[in-house]
């Protein structure tokens, strides 16, 4: 278990928090602790053309904005909200799912850099490492396969493990569970999106931490709930602790 006792952030300087003891950091993915170089934006527009959700590049301009803000949401939830049609919905979706494995297998994705030694770290640290996607179980597995991370982590959850993705606390909610921690308030959540943090905040996490390494900027993740904003993950270490002496 470790102790947070000051925050680190990126351009506003929040009260300081509270000594927070950590049991469970719940990280996203894509764009928190995997870089995947517009991936999921390549595959989502290759999708909706496929299926006829978009055929000009206006309608198709339009579906990526709405992609874009809606980024962290469970892709069945994003692909309803074009489709307003659930057969729709479920076909668009494994289309998508199919193009961003293929992407994926040509190699388009990496860790952020930090994330493999702050896995360590935590877990070295008597931590529990979660990680929670929008993305089906299936490519979920396939991310991290493909970057050697099994060993790495203790928890692994899709929006199929839940009634409900994110914006939700379901996901926050069932990782604790998983790992068997104590409390809410033992838990950190960590996220590139509005829809983290609000997840985090609506889960009771301890401590909703905002990195600037995926979609979203620091005001928005400030106004979603954001604690501290950081510009990647390689700076919690330091928000968390685990490069404290005392530690």
Known sequence: MISVTESVTTDFEPDDLEPLDVEIVVF?????????????????????????????????????????????????????????????????????????????????????????????????????????????????????DELGWNELIDVALSPSDTARGRPYPDLPLMALLRAGATNVAAMVVVGDTASDMISGVNAGAGLVVGVLSGAHDTEILQEAGADAVIDTIAELAELLGLNDDTF
């Open 28 to 144: 996203d993915m894509a764009g928190t602790t995997v870089r995947d170089d517009g991936l999921v934006e390549r595959a989502f527009a290759l999708a909706v053309r496929s299926v006829g959700l978009a055929t000009t590049d206006e309608e198709l301009e339009e579906a990526l904005d709405f992609v874009r803000e809606t980024m962290g949401r469970s892709k069945i939830e994003v692909f309803h909200a074009l489709t307003e049609d659930d057969d729709a919905a479920q076909h668009a979706n494994a289309v998508f799912e199919g193009i961003y494995l293929e992407l994926l297998q040509e190699g388009g994705v990496t860790g952020i850099e930090g994330a493999e030694d702050l896995f360590r770290d935590l877990r070295e640290a008597g931590v529990k490492v979660a990680l929670i996607t929008g993305f089906s179980d299936r490519t979920q597995q396939a991310i991290i």
